[in-house]
């Protein structure tokens, strides 16, 4: 009878210590961001898959063809399509597509590209059902922006 009475006052002794850390974690500031209405502060660091930046001069994209970034990526997940065009055979861009499934966001495509024309960008939200979703062919997507 004893022992019956004791699991009685154990168990509301540990209600009341569970109910004491959840009213006192009621008035602490709140650390969780509000998903989907607040977006959460990107790092500096951080790296998603690759963009072109956007020339000021011609509204397109800063990029030559020079192929320095296809041949400096350890993981060959660039792959770029360009035509000769023009008196003076210049090459002209036609698609650059970047395989994000195989890519391990090393950087040295980045580092490789002297003209600065792609970067790493800060979208965190990639979402997909099929490995073809995470092929990027950022022509288009500068187009896009």
């Not at 500031?29 to 998603?48: C, D, F, H, M, S």
């Not at 002209?92 to 195989?102: G, M």
Request: hydrophobic share 35%; charged share 25%; with cysteine.
């Amino acid at each position: 009878m004893i022992k019956y009475f004791k699991d009685i006052f154990l168990g509301a002794q540990s209600l009341l210590v569970g109910l004491w850390v959840t009213i006192g974690y009621m008035f602490k500031p709140i650390v969780t961001v509000q998903y989907p209405r607040e977006k959460n502060k990107i790092p500096p660091a951080y790296r998603g898959h690759l963009e072109f930046t956007r020339d000021p001069e011609t509204g397109g994209s800063r990029c030559v063809v020079c192929l320095r970034c296809v041949q400096s990526c350890p993981s060959k997940c660039i792959s770029i399509d360009w035509e000769i065009k023009g008196e003076k055979r210049k090459r002209i861009l036609k698609s650059y597509v970047q395989d994000f499934t195989r890519c391990s966001q090393c950087g040295l495509c980045v580092e490789a590209c002297e003209l600065g024309a792609i970067r790493f960008s800060n979208e965190y939200e990639l979402v997909g059902f099929a490995k073809e979703d995470f092929y990027f062919n950022l022509v288009k997507m500068l187009e896009k922006r």
